[in-house]
């Protein structure tokens, strides 16, 4: 069974920084690609960033484009999500998930493991 748990979220000033770990266990990571999503209050869950099973490939939503940074760690099984200068529009739920199915995606329909998710909040 595969299981993804993030780590890390936590309560942030605007322009700060925090640093998101996915831990995968019952599966190697090393052929899916993975992914963050997040979920503010009364919003439907969306995009963050995404990332080839390789590290070749990264995907980002326009919105965290050049402040956030995925990526893996095959070895230690486990994927990041780096968010620096963050905003109080990135407060959110941030979930991690995985896909075998796909080299790469933004879709949340392609991904077939979530974790449970970790709460960013950004203060202003």
């Known amino acids: 069974q595969v299981q993804l748990v993030e780590s890390g979220g936590g309560l942030v000033q605007a322009g700060g920084s925090l640093r998101l770990s996915c831990a995968v266990s019952?599966?190697?990571?090393?052929?899916?690609?993975m992914g963050w999503f997040r979920q503010a209050p009364e919003k439907e869950r969306e995009f963050v960033a995404a990332i080839s099973w390789s590290g070749g490939a990264t995907y980002y939503a326009d919105s965290v484009k050049g402040r956030f940074t995925i990526s893996r760690d095959n070895a230690k099984n486990t994927v990041y999500l780096q968010m620096n200068s963050l905003e109080p529009e990135d407060t959110a739920v941030y979930y991690c998930t995985a896909t075998y199915k796909y080299y790469i995606s933004r879709a949340e329909s392609a991904y077939d493991y979530w974790g449970q998710g970790t709460q960013v909040t950004v203060s202003s």
């Open positions: 019952g599966r190697t990571i090393s052929s899916s690609a």
